[in-house]
């Protein structure tokens, strides 16, 4: 690994109390949402920041939900850890995505939207698959961060930039970011979670999202569906009609079902 990459992984600050609390609530099976609301409550910025969320017009409640017992019964546990994990990001970095040309807006704008793909789509093939799927969904390209600290400290950002225009897939994208700095941005996430000791399920699904088909059996279903998230929303849009050409080739190559898919995105659009 790069050593300058890999020291900004190692300086990252451990994640807080709060988060910790959750992460341990949703990996015990013996744990219930009763204790997640108790954690949540004593957190006013993560619990202002669910009750946003769960108004937004991307999750598609039909009601105003203004109590959070009710926004996590919605959402799930999984959810609940993904929104938890998504608030890390600007606490643990500095974003400046200025070599990816996205601001750190939209950048969040993108982990919310590839998230509420996640949770309308597995809502409807199995709700199991968020507990992997959503927490993923929300934190996959974290790396790119680290990346783009890395290309603007190195001086290599314009030369990147440039690359970047004659590109317009997640893949390609992965091979310049390892033809500019040795690692893909996906490997760097990977590198950040297992730093932060969080499930290595969730870290291997997001390293394997370019490559589903060499993913381990049993995580092989997250990693075709997070391949698809990924290719149909990131830093070169949003379900444009070319990302959805090609997610329809995907879908295929992977055997999910596309109506569930196509209703899920009616769900995100609308």
Known sequence: ???????????????????????????????????LI???????????????????????????????????????????????????????????????????????????????????????????????????????????????KELIDSKKSTKFKDKLQNISTTNELSKLEIDMVGISSQMVTAQIFKNWNLEPEIAEVIKYSLNPIDAPENLKKHCYILSVISNSINVFGTLLPDQINSTIELLKLYNLDAQLFFSAIEKVQH
């Open 38 to 148: 108790s954690v949540i409550h004593q957190d006013p910025m993560l619990t202002a920041n669910i009750l946003r969320s769960a108004n937004s017009p991307l999750y598609g409640f039909s009601r105003e939900i203004a109590d959070i017992n009710r926004a996590v019964a919605l959402f799930g546990m999984a959810t609940i850890r993904g929104f938890a994990l998504a608030g890390t990001i600007s606490k643990s970095f500095k974003i400046n995505l200025e070599p990816y040309g996205i601001s750190s807006a939209k950048f969040m704008d993108l982990a919310i939207l590839q998230n509420a793909l996640a949770f309308h789509w597995c809502s409807k093939i199995n709700r199991e698959l968020l507990n992997i799927i959503s927490p993923a969904s929300f934190m996959m390209d974290i790396g790119k961060i680290i990346i783009a």
């Open 1 to 35: 690994m790069n050593d300058a990459i890999y020291k900004s992984i190692k300086s990252l600050p451990p994640l807080d109390e709060t988060i910790m609390k959750i992460q341990q609530i949703c990996s015990s099976e013996d744990s219930d949402i009763a204790e």
